[in-house]
Nanobody, 117 residues
């Protein structure tokens, strides 16, 4: 079972940019759909973006056109490029890996993103 470690969170100004990284301890190339979720205080965790093993992507309506998810299977790493973030994008961002055969989901520990001027 893979383990996930997120990095790249921090404070960013509205309209700026930030890139999150998620490094997996094992290979993710063919077996996992990777995703990013976020959770703001007092709210439920919500899906932000996902990418299949073949590179197919999907996004929440609130981030479409601003955020981009990508994966580097050679490095077992997934990225979330956040462009033009808004204050409502603030939250803890979690990386996820869902196994394509049994749907078991592994989570990272999360990284805080704060969008504020």
């Amino acid at each position: 079972q893979v383990q996930l470690v997120e990095s790249g969170g921090g404070l960013v100004q509205p309209g700026g940019s930030l890139r999150l990284s998620c490094a997996a301890s094992g290979t993710i190339s063919s077996f996992y759909t990777m995703g990013w979720f976020r959770q703001a205080p007092g709210t439920q965790r919500e899906s932000v973006a996902s990418i299949t093993s073949r590179g197919g992507t999907s996004y929440a309506a609130s981030v479409k056109g601003r955020f981009a998810i990508s994966r580097d299977n050679a490095k077992d790493t997934v990225y979330l490029q956040m462009n033009s973030p808004k204050p409502e994008d603030t939250g803890v961002y979690y990386c996820s890996a869902r196994h394509v055969l049994d749907d078991v989901i592994v989570w990272g520990q999360g990284t805080q993103v704060t969008v504020s001027s």
